[in-house]
């Protein structure tokens, strides 16, 4: 079955950074585009970077130029490295394809916060 484990997360303070790692499993990882997302108290979840099947990178424009999104195919992992974290970057994480697969994992928890 499709499997999604999220890791990374942690509390930082404005201005730091967070490498966040997903590892994927029972799908075909090498054909699919994927994606980092976002979900705050309160708020829809959102799109924050995605990378397609030939690497090329998409990212929302609350995150583009500090947040940079890689995929290893050989791993079967996509990670988020996250730099300049603001307060408003709050919220717990979750990597799934794009478009997204019904199945999510429980994603990891980012608090940016002095």
């Known amino acids: 079955q499709i499997q999604l484990v999220e890791s990374g997360g942690g509390l930082v303070q404005p201005g730091g950074s967070l490498r966040l790692s997903c590892a994927a499993s029972?799908?075909?990882?090498?054909?699919?585009?994927m994606g980092w997302y976002r979900q705050a108290p309160g708020k829809q979840r959102e799109l924050v970077a995605r990378?397609?099947?030939?690497?090329?990178?998409n990212y929302a424009d609350s995150v583009k130029g500090r947040f940079t999104i890689f995929r290893d195919n050989a791993r079967n992992t996509v990670d988020l490295q996250m730099n300049s974290l603001k307060p408003e970057d709050t919220a717990v994480y979750y990597c799934?394809?794009?478009?997204?697969?019904?199945?999510w994992g429980q994603g990891t928890q980012v608090t940016v916060s002095s």
């Open positions: 799934n394809a794009y478009p997204s697969l019904a199945s």
């Open positions: 029972g799908f075909i990882f090498s054909i699919r585009n």
């Open positions: 990378v397609a099947v030939d690497r090329s990178t």
